[in-house]
């Protein structure tokens, strides 16, 4: 039997050739381009763009992407813009009418082209990172998280990002892809944790006030500029704002800390990466008492949600298969070794 798919995230599409993406920018944009590079993406047709003395960024939407969607992103980047200049995020290019994006005609339809600046650094999954690191990395995400959510509910009406399987309370989009996962060994933990999360995770959750969120913050969305040793690591740009969504703030806080086990190694307790994270964010942003409770189990959630999903992809899309399952078998590992130690509560007191 063949498992299912969201074609939202698996439909395929005719990929776009860089010769085509120059002359593109240069009718909807008016750049002069010099250069143009394909970045690796699961579902749309990134570009790094040389025009003169500037770089930056062209993405063409996949075509099933809503224009509402990819609208409520540019605004939240052209709100960062104003009100926390601060903040380092990419900005908006208008194209040459005023436009914050064109809408190109393809085989596949209609897509939406928008262009960003381009942010300096290395991704932070690039090389090991100390606790400090994260430390420092939660409190940034705590600042963002509250400008984010205060863009999204000061616009009228208030902005909701994408319905998708990526978010994580959003367990009937993702859950029935579960026999998409080939290896019965990882199949069996991700099951095991999605009953655990139906029964006695997800209705509390969700009962808890829904933000807008970036919902993605992990080590290839950020990008770090590393200091002389001992001094912090400067943060130079959060990326992919693609799957800004509505959820609890906890749910948000879950997806980045699932990441923090892979920054620091294999070494220590499991839990400790994750714990740190959650200090520097809280330094910020405290949570109340139901949020702590939630967010072991909500960790192992979005472990299991991108074990699911990447699996799908890459079931369906053979052209994205190796970007999509690069991250299985660290993702088995710490399902495994957080499992076996899952703390009652992180952050806070007893």
């Avoid at 290395?122 to 959510?149: K, V």
């Avoid at 080939?182 to 959750?205: K, W, Y």
């Amino acid at each position: 039997m063949t498992a299912p798919s969201p074609p939202h995230l698996t439909a395929p599409f005719a990929a776009v050739p860089v010769e085509r993406a120059a002359a593109l920018l240069a009718r909807t944009h008016a750049l002069a381009v010099d250069a143009v590079e394909r970045l690796a993406t699961e579902r749309d047709d990134t570009f790094r763009v040389r025009s003169g003395d500037r770089m930056l960024v062209a993405k063409l939407a996949h075509p099933l992407d809503d224009p509402r969607v990819v609208a409520d992103q540019l605004a939240v980047l052209e709100a960062l813009a104003r009100i926390r200049p601060d903040l380092p995020v990419p900005r908006v290019l208008p194209a040459a009418d005023g436009a914050l994006s064109a809408t190109i005609q393809t085989v596949d339809g209609p897509r939406l082209l928008r262009v960003l600046t381009h942010l300096d650094g290395e991704t932070l999954g690039s090389a090991p990172r100390s606790l400090g690191d994260l430390r420092a990395l939660g409190a940034l995400h705590a600042r963002l998280a509250r400008a984010i959510a205060a863009i999204g509910d000061a616009a009228d009406p208030p902005l909701q990002g994408a319905p998708t399987e990526w978010n994580l309370l959003a367990l009937e989009r993702y859950g029935p892809l579960v026999p998409a996962i080939g290896d019965p060994a990882l199949r069996s933990a991700i099951a095991a944790v999605i009953e655990r999360a139906a029964d006695a995770v997800l209705a509390p959750a969700r009962a808890l006030p829904a933000v807008l969120a970036h919902n993605d913050l992990h080590g290839d969305n950020v990008l770090v500029r590393p200091g002389p040793p001992g001094t912090p690591l400067e943060v130079t740009g959060v990326l992919d704002f693609g799957d800004m969504t509505r959820t609890a703030r906890v749910a948000d806080l879950a997806v980045a800390a699932s990441y923090a086990r892979g920054r620091v190694g294999e070494a220590g307790p499991p839990w400790a990466a994750a714990t740190a994270y959650v200090a520097g964010y809280e330094s910020v942003e405290p949570l109340d008492p139901a949020e702590h409770a939630l967010l072991p189990d909500l960790v192992l959630l979005r472990l299991a949600q991108r074990g699911i999903l990447n699996s799908a992809i890459a079931a369906a899309n053979p052209r994205a298969a190796e970007y999509a399952s690069r991250n299985l078998s660290a993702i088995a590992r710490d399902l495994r070794e957080l499992g076996a130690s899952t703390p009652h509560r992180i952050g806070g007191t007893p």
